[in-house]
């Protein structure tokens, strides 16, 4: 039988005292809320390795099981035979997990790991100024001055564009 238990005024570090099968899986939802999953996602190197953090990642934790996804079906099946190492260097960072999360399931999808970009191939991406903006007007203010002394307006207002497009 479930036992109530008041989730908003709980300490997640008090979760061991519980037994799991006292826990309702929908009042959960609070402790999803609270924990940082990206501080997971950011310490995973550290958990599985330097290298099987290229080819595998925490994706979300659902029910009691945290879901893994890897680049090829080999490296699931790898992991698998570690997993209960795996969650013990996972509880020892992360505690509060102890309650909650009791298998890996694994997901195999490549493209995952091919999408990502590394911060060297991140190109920033020039924003569109806002003619109200007072860098355009600034821009738009300089590039008159520039071209001040060409007189066909339609070339001027190309080469205004130009500049403040370059800037």
Same mark, same amino acid.
């Given at each position: 039988?479930?036992?109530?238990?008041?989730?908003?005024?709980?300490?997640?570090?008090?979760?061991?005292?519980?037994?799991?099968?006292?826990?309702?899986?929908?009042?959960?939802?609070?402790?999803?809320?609270?924990?940082?999953?990206?501080?997971?996602?950011?310490?995973?190197? $550290? +958990?599985?390795?330097?290298? /099987?953090? @290229?080819?595998?990642?925490?994706? &979300?934790? %659902?029910?009691?099981? #945290?879901?893994?996804?890897?680049?090829?079906?080999?490296?699931?099946?790898?992991?698998?035979?570690?997993?209960?190492?795996?969650?013990?260097?996972?509880?020892?960072?992360?505690?509060?997990?102890?309650?909650?999360?009791?298998?890996?399931?694994?997901?195999?999808?490549?493209?995952?790991?091919?999408?990502?970009?590394?911060?060297? $191939? +991140?190109?920033?991406?020039? /924003?569109? @100024?806002?003619?109200?903006?007072? &860098?355009? %007007?600034?821009?738009? #203010?300089?590039?008159?001055?520039?071209?001040?002394?060409i007189e066909d307006t339609e070339l001027k207002a190309m080469l205004i564009s130009i500049f403040i497009q370059s800037k």
């Amino acid at each position: 039988m479930f036992k109530k238990i008041n989730f908003k005024g709980l300490n997640y570090k008090e979760l061991d005292q519980y037994d799991p099968h006292d826990l309702k899986r929908e009042n959960m939802h609070s402790f999803y809320q609270t924990f940082d999953f990206l501080e997971l996602v950011k310490r995973w190197p $550290e +958990i599985i390795g330097e290298n /099987l953090s @290229l080819v595998t990642s925490p994706l &979300k934790i %659902k029910g009691d099981s #945290l879901i893994i996804i890897s680049k090829h079906s080999s490296y699931s099946q790898n992991i698998s035979f570690l997993s209960e190492e795996i969650k013990l260097k996972i509880f020892k960072s992360f505690p509060e997990l102890r309650p909650i999360i009791k298998k890996l399931n694994f997901m195999t999808q490549e493209s995952f790991f091919n999408e990502k970009a590394t911060p060297d $191939e +991140i190109k920033p991406q020039k /924003l569109k @100024l806002h003619p109200q903006d007072p &860098k355009f %007007k600034i821009l738009k #203010l300089e590039a008159e001055r520039l071209f001040s002394d060409i007189e066909d307006t339609e070339l001027k207002a190309m080469l205004i564009s130009i500049f403040i497009q370059s800037k």
